[in-house]
């Protein structure tokens, strides 16, 4: 499978790692974090994070600091990032909606079934965004932190 054809501009990957990063900048007592560090936390590559962060920051969700206290630090309050403007600046494709167009051939019921999974795959990408829009950095770190209590209460370690 060609993954060029399967993303937009970035790996779905990228998502995940990158709202994971945001999880772990949204806690209170971090002002700074360099992507080292980060990367560490995330069991990743430093210089993909590095790329990761270089776009959120570009789009304004990241601040970057240089130097030996350097790092990054979320601009804005993690209750106002949603996962949608994270899924966006990221610019994310859907594979299964590429995997389901490529499934069609030139001939003529390929193309009309092409036509139809256009406005399927359309509904689909409304839908997603629509739920990314309803949720926040904060409410991931939320879940996170409730998660963590709760194996705490049990004793299960992380």
Request: charged share 25%; hydrophobic share 35%; aromatic share 6%.
């Amino acid at each position: 499978m060609n993954l060029d054809k399967c993303i937009g501009n970035h790996h779905p990957k990228w998502f995940g790692l990158a709202l994971q990063a945001l999880v772990i900048l949204s806690k209170e007592k971090i002002q700074t974090c360099p992507s080292g560090e980060l990367a560490g936390y995330l069991q990743s590559e430093a210089t993909l994070l590095r790329r990761i962060l270089a776009v959120l920051a570009r789009e304004g969700i990241l601040d970057t600091r240089e130097g030996r206290d350097g790092g990054y630090r979320l601009k804005r309050d993690p209750r106002t990032v949603t996962l949608d403007e994270v899924y966006s600046a990221l610019q994310v494709g859907d594979p299964l909606c590429y995997g389901i167009k490529d499934t069609t051939g030139t001939h003529p019921f390929g193309i009309e079934m092409k036509a139809a999974f256009q406005d399927l795959t359309q509904e689909m990408d409304r839908s997603l965004k629509e739920v990314l829009c309803r949720y926040t950095i904060a409410d991931l770190a939320q879940r996170t932190n409730d998660i963590s209590a709760v194996n705490r209460e049990i004793d299960i370690p992380g």
